[in-house]
């Protein structure tokens, strides 16, 4: 699709996206910056190239999966040289970072799928034995798998809000009993499928989030899919119950900002040169592992 006398004007930022208007009513371009966030908040410094990983582990996995469930892509490479404000690309820099995708309402809820004990599911299972009301066998350490996989939805923060663990019945409350039971099959499904491809090429996903939303056909997949922000990741070889492995994923940040007991307001504190250096080699072998050595 070539775009290049067409206009596009801004719309809104998110924590890593910025979305444009288009000229086609019907469609959004969205734009993956190298920005970070974690614990809701976005992080001063930006991720060399994340962006550009983002939009290509999500537009593969898109591919791969729309015989699951129609997701928002519609073109993975326009071309953009104008503009009516807001300039904050060049064409050379929006190349293997922006997508047009197809307008949808978005679910109030994130929906999460837990194949492994990480994160904020064990910090509840260690509570309460459960994870969002979902009852755990006893004497589950961290990181280990999961009988089978769980569908454990959460609330949607705004920037600068926490996202919270929610029970099954209080997401169809937010969405509607029939959207959620719709909303965890397929989010099941498209676990178990990219669990058995990704456990081939040496990686687990021990949880990821996705996210939904309607159109008048119905429900699609948007924003973004097993990606390094989006996921877990940790390495199958070295992966073993008892702790949190080291990952190919953003909880590595996660990790350091815990390590120097941020308490996760305002300002936040700015990654040292190593941890950015770090981060970005995690997020290229993800990439690598997952699609480029198959």
Not at 242 to 267: A, I, T
Request: include cysteine; hydrophobic fraction near 40%.
């Amino acid at each position: 699709m070539n775009n290049s006398t067409k206009t596009f004007q801004f719309i809104r930022q998110g924590k890593v996206r910025d979305v444009y208007a288009t000229p086609d009513s019907g469609l959004l371009l969205i734009v993956a910056s190298d920005r970070i966030s974690a614990f809701d908040h976005v992080l001063p410094n930006t991720i060399p190239e994340k962006g550009l990983i983002l939009t290509k582990l999500s537009n593969f996995w898109f591919n791969i999966t729309k015989h699951i469930i129609a997701n928002h892509l519609v073109d993975a490479d326009p071309r953009i040289n104008h503009w009516t404000d807001h300039v904050r690309w060049s064409p050379s820099d929006l190349k293997g970072r922006s997508v047009l995708v197809r307008k949808a309402q978005p679910l109030k809820i994130e929906a999460i799928v837990r194949g492994y004990l990480a994160g904020s599911g064990w910090k509840d299972y260690q509570k309460t034995g459960c994870v969002c009301d979902i009852a755990l066998p006893e004497g589950l350490r961290e990181g280990a798998k999961l009988p089978q996989a769980v569908f454990t939805p959460s609330t949607k923060a705004d920037v600068g809000e926490h996202d919270e663990n929610i029970s099954f019945g209080a997401a169809g409350n937010l969405v509607g009993a029939d959207i959620v039971r719709q909303v965890r099959d397929v989010s099941l499904e498209l676990y178990n499928f990219a669990e058995s491809y990704a456990g081939q090429r040496g990686i687990i996903i021990a949880d990821t989030k996705f996210e939904f939303g309607l159109t008048d056909d119905g429900l699609i997949l948007i924003d973004e899919l097993f990606t390094p922000d989006s996921s877990r990741f940790w390495p199958a070889l070295s992966s073993q119950p008892g702790s949190s492995p080291p990952s190919f994923d953003k909880q590595f940040v996660r990790d350091y900002l815990e390590s120097v007991h941020w308490n996760k307001l305002p300002p936040v504190p700015p990654l040292p040169v190593h941890i950015v250096f770090k981060t970005a080699e995690k997020y290229k072998e993800a990439l690598k592992r997952l699609i480029d050595n198959p």
